[in-house]
């Protein structure tokens, strides 16, 4: 059974803003650091934002000050709040356990168009 599902994605204008959600299943959420990765096609995957248990969170330079990482423990669920998209923000999203990960969910894709 799928673990990690991804949502949230589609075409958006540079600029603009998108929320990805990612649902959690048959893991101890709340204890885990939680983190959004993304890979653009020809390009390797990338940490974007984690968020730890308590909520500390963490992003790459090239989110910080646009991307908002955010979890609900009640709700099993980790989002990635996008905004000022640009065209190298295009990409596959996914979720995944900070560190030791599971099985990747199918990811949420996000072209941003110029």
């Known amino acids: 059974q799928v673990q990690l599902v991804e949502s949230g994605g589609g075409l958006v204008q540079a600029g603009g803003s998108l929320r990805l959600s990612c649902a959690a299943s048959?893991?101890?959420?709340?204890?885990?650091?939680m983190g959004w990765y993304r890979q653009a096609p020809g390009k390797q995957r990338e940490l974007v934002a984690d968020?730890?248990?308590?909520?500390?969170?963490n992003y790459a330079a090239s989110a910080k000050g646009r991307f908002t990482i955010s979890r609900d423990n009640a709700k099993n669920t980790v989002n990635l709040q996008m905004t000022s998209l640009k065209p190298k923000d295009t990409a596959d999203y996914c979720c995944?356990?900070?560190?030791?990960?599971?099985?990747w969910g199918q990811g949420t894709l996000a072209p941003v168009s110029s």
């Open positions: 995944n356990l900070v560190g030791v990960s599971i099985a």
């Open positions: 968020i730890s248990s308590s909520g500390i969170t």
């Open positions: 048959r893991i101890m959420f709340s204890i885990n650091a």
